[in-house]
């Protein structure tokens, strides 16, 4: 199961008021282990991811960590849908022109932030003071790194293209995926 995701896909991010009232969820394998993926009804019809974990330990811990992370949204498992989400964002290199909506709950700082990351390309990286300017917020280096560390859409939202000034890769799912993934995505930048 080698499924992975688009090089550099098109995002648009939906903020939602308050955590969804439902989530369903899947877990599926991928080239860099098993993903726990969540969606949302975004409304006219529309699923839109709302979270993106990997799994580290076993399932059930993962699902324990959505649990403590949604603690006001129901949680279902429902492969179905969830799958055709995911289809739409792993494999072909083709111009896949799908536009991937992704719900996000948070201030407006932090969409902001989040926003910011989704405009970092496949083979980039940048600092949290990099990303801070980037943003026009030089000043704001520690409220970036907190609302980079909120980020509940791994890869899509890719906070794992921020590099700390001494190259140290801290990661919440571990610094060793963090590397993989990032030589991944350069050695198939260009």
């Known amino acids: ?6 090089k550099n896909p098109r995002i648009r991010l939906v903020p939602l008021e308050d955590p969804p009232g439902l989530i369903r969820f899947s877990i599926l394998a991928t080239k860099f282990g098993r993903i726990l993926l969540g969606i949302v009804d975004a409304g006219q019809n529309e699923n839109a991811i709302c979270l993106l974990y990997f799994v580290e330990k076993s399932d059930k811990d993962t699902l324990k960590e959505l649990r ?6 129901e949680l279902q498992q429902d492969d179905h849908p969830v799958r055709s989400v995911a289809d739409k964002l792993f494999g072909s290199d083709k111009e896949n022109n799908d536009v991937i909506p992704i719900a996000i709950v948070g201030t407006e700082f932090q969409q902001s932030v989040w926003a910011a990351l989704v405009g970092l390309k496949s083979g980039e990286t940048c600092t949290y003071s990099q990303l801070a300017e980037r ?16 980020n509940e859409v791994a890869i899509l939202i890719p ?8 190259g140290a890769t801290k990661y919440h799912w571990g610094s060793s995926l963090k590397q ?3 030589t991944f995505e350069n ?4």
């Open 68 to 73: 403590q992370r949604w603690p006001k949204s």
């Open 159 to 166: 906070c794992h293209r921020i590099v700390s000034q001494n």
């Open 1 to 6: 199961a080698a499924m992975w995701f688009n």
């Open 187 to 190: 050695s198939s930048a260009n």
């Open 135 to 150: 943003m026009g917020r030089p000043k704001a280096v520690r409220a970036v790194a907190n609302a980079v560390a909120k």
């Open 180 to 182: 993989k993934l990032l």
